[in-house]
């Protein structure tokens, strides 16, 4: 997928959520690891996105990101994941990815 579209799907979501601010994107683990706080940098290497509200940022794994369903959702849910902090995966953040698929807010 091309980094155009990501950052496209990044924003339209954050608008969908009412984020209020769209968030930065990155794509290598590079800027990822200069972007964020030191504290917040584990190793999203090897995984498909990740995201940190303190810095207003979503990494996406150009990588992993093989196809246009998949990177939709992987871009979904790091939105979701800036926008309620505190939700974990499990049924509800599934929920919330599924509806933001279908243009849905997910009602919280």
């Not at 091309?2 to 990044?10: E, G, H, K, Q």
């Not at 990494?59 to 992993?64: I, M």
């Not at 505190?86 to 919330?96: I, T």
Request: charged share 20%.
């Amino acid at each position: 997928m091309s980094p155009t579209w990501i950052r496209a799907r990044i924003r339209y979501y954050a608008q969908l959520v009412g984020l209020g601010y769209v968030p930065t994107v990155v794509f290598s683990q590079k800027d990822w690891q200069r972007t964020v706080p030191a504290r917040s940098h584990g190793d999203a290497h090897g995984s498909y996105g990740a995201s940190e509200s303190s810095a207003g940022v979503v990494y996406v794994n150009l990588s992993r990101a093989c196809c246009k369903r998949g990177t939709d959702d992987t871009c979904a849910h790091e939105v979701i994941h800036l926008r309620w902090e505190n939700l974990r995966h499990g049924a509800k953040f599934d929920h919330y990815v599924s509806e933001m698929l279908l243009g849905r807010i997910p009602d919280a």
